[in-house]
C-alpha cells in the first residue's frame, strides 16, 4: 500500500470549543510501533468533554489529535516489531493506555496501566498522544489488538472505551453478581453496552433511568421489565426512588453514566446499607456527597475508568460471540463537528462511528 506523506486531522486546541480540520504529515513509527490507515473512529461524549476544557489536566496537551475509538489496517511496521504476532494487513483496534511500564510509575507499577499519565503511555486522543480522528496513526504495537473473526472494524472500533468501559464497570469495579439487583443512570454509547454486559452476566434484576423513552424502550426489549425503566425528567412518570421505597426494593449497587447532581445524589439515596455507587460518567464537574448517609450506611464510592488490555480482549471474543452487540450509527468523518454537537445535546441514541470518506 502506497502510503502518503500527508493527512487530514481533527484537532482538539486549548480555547476553541469545535475540532479543528488540518493537513499534516504522516507520522512514522517508532521500532516498536505500527502504523494504522485509520478505517472507523467511534466518538464519544469524552470529545466534548476535552473540547469543553478551559485547562488542562492529567497532562493533556494544549493540542492534539482526537478521537480514542479508531480501528484500521496495519500498513507498516516497526523496525522490532515481531512479524509473528503483528503482519501489515491485520485489522486491529487500539487499546488507548498500554502504559509506560516503568517501575516508578504510580500507575503501571500498581498494574492499572491505564492510569499511567506519562509520556508515551498511549492515552491516544486523550489528550497525550495523537488520536484517531486522521487518516493515519502510529501506536504502540502492545496497544494494537487484532480484531478475532466475526467483528468488522465498525463495532470493533467502539469496543476500545465504548464496550470496554461499561463491561469493565460492571464486572470488575462493580463486581456484579448473579443475585443483585443493580440501577444504571444513563443509557447512552456507554451506559447501554454496560445492561446488556449485566444481562450476560445474569444479574437478577437491572434498573435502569434515562431521559429519552425511546432507549428505555429499547431497554425493554432487550431484557428489562417494563416496571423497572424509568422516565428521569417527567413528572407524569414513576420515580424510581418512589418505587423502590414503595416495593422495598434492594439496590446493591449503583452505576452511574451520567454522574451529575441529580443522578449522584439519587443513587446515594437508593443504595442499601453497605452498597456501593460506582461513577463513570463526567457529565457534571461537582457533585454533593450526603455526608450522614454514606457514613451511616457506610456506602463505598468507586471511579471507573477504561479497563485491562485483558477486559479488552474478553469483551472482543464476546462480540465475536455474539454475547455482546453493541448498536452503532455511522456517519462521516467530514461531519464531526455536528456529531459532537449533536451528541452533547443527547440526539445520539447508539454510539456513532465515522467512516473515512475524506474529503480532498
Not at 29 to 53: I, N, R
Not at 169 to 195: C, E, H, R, W
Request: glycine share 12%; charged share 20%.
Amino acid at each position: 500500500m502506497s502510503i502518503p506523506k500527508e493527512m487530514q486531522a481533527w484537532f482538539s486546541k486549548l480555547g476553541h470549543r469545535e475540532p479543528i480540520l488540518r493537513t499534516v504529515p504522516v507520522p512514522k513509527p517508532g521500532p516498536h510501533d505500527v502504523l494504522l490507515k485509520v478505517q472507523a473512529m467511534g466518538v464519544c461524549h469524552s470529545d466534548c468533554y476535552l473540547l469543553s476544557q478551559e485547562a488542562r489536566s492529567w497532562g493533556s496537551k494544549d493540542e492534539f489529535i482526537l478521537g480514542h475509538e479508531p480501528a484500521g489496517e496495519i500498513v507498516q511496521l516497526g523496525s522490532e516489531v515481531d512479524s509473528q504476532s503483528l503482519a501489515i494487513g491485520d485489522k486491529v483496534v487500539v487499546y488507548i493506555i498500554p502504559g509506560c511500564h516503568e517501575p516508578d510509575c504510580p500507575g503501571c507499577s500498581r498494574g492499572i496501566t491505564w492510569q499511567c499519565g506519562k509520556d508515551g503511555s498511549g492515552n491516544y486522543g486523550l489528550g497525550i498522544d495523537p488520536g484517531g480522528f486522521a487518516e493515519y496513526m502510529v501506536v504502540q504495537a502492545k496497544a494494537a489488538v487484532k480484531l478475532p473473526e466475526g467483528v468488522d472494524v465498525i463495532s470493533g472500533s467502539i469496543s476500545t472505551d465504548a464496550v470496554l468501559t461499561s463491561y469493565s464497570a460492571v464486572k470488575y469495579t462493580a463486581n456484579a453478581q448473579p443475585g443483585q439487583t443493580i440501577a444504571l443512570f444513563g443509557l447512552g454509547g456507554v451506559g447501554f453496552n454496560a445492561l446488556r454486559a449485566a444481562l450476560h452476566l445474569g444479574v437478577k434484576r437491572v434498573l435502569v433511568v434515562d431521559t429519552r423513552q425511546e432507549v428505555l424502550d429499547a431497554a425493554v426489549e432487550a431484557g428489562v421489565a417494563a416496571g423497572d425503566a424509568f422516565l428521569a425528567g417527567s413528572s407524569s412518570a414513576a420515580k424510581i426512588d418512589e418505587v423502590v421505597a414503595k416495593e422495598s426494593i434492594v439496590v446493591d449497587t449503583c452505576i452511574d453514566f451520567v454522574a451529575n447532581e441529580q443522578t449522584i445524589g439519587a443513587a446515594q439515596r437508593l443504595l442499601r446499607p453497605g452498597g456501593a455507587l460506582v461513577v463513570v460518567g463526567m457529565l457534571g464537574h461537582s457533585a454533593t456527597l450526603i455526608v450522614p448517609l454514606l457514613v451511616v450506611s457506610t456506602l463505598t464510592i468507586k471511579g471507573s475508568f477504561s479497563g485491562t488490555i485483558e477486559a479488552h480482549r474478553e469483551v472482543l471474543d464476546l462480540m465475536a460471540q455474539g454475547v455482546i452487540r453493541p448498536g452503532t450509527m455511522t456517519g462521516s468523518i467530514n461531519d464531526l463537528p455536528q456529531v459532537l454537537k449533536d451528541l452533547d445535546d443527547g440526539k445520539i441514541k447508539d454510539r456513532m462511528v465515522l467512516l473515512p470518506d475524506w474529503k480532498k
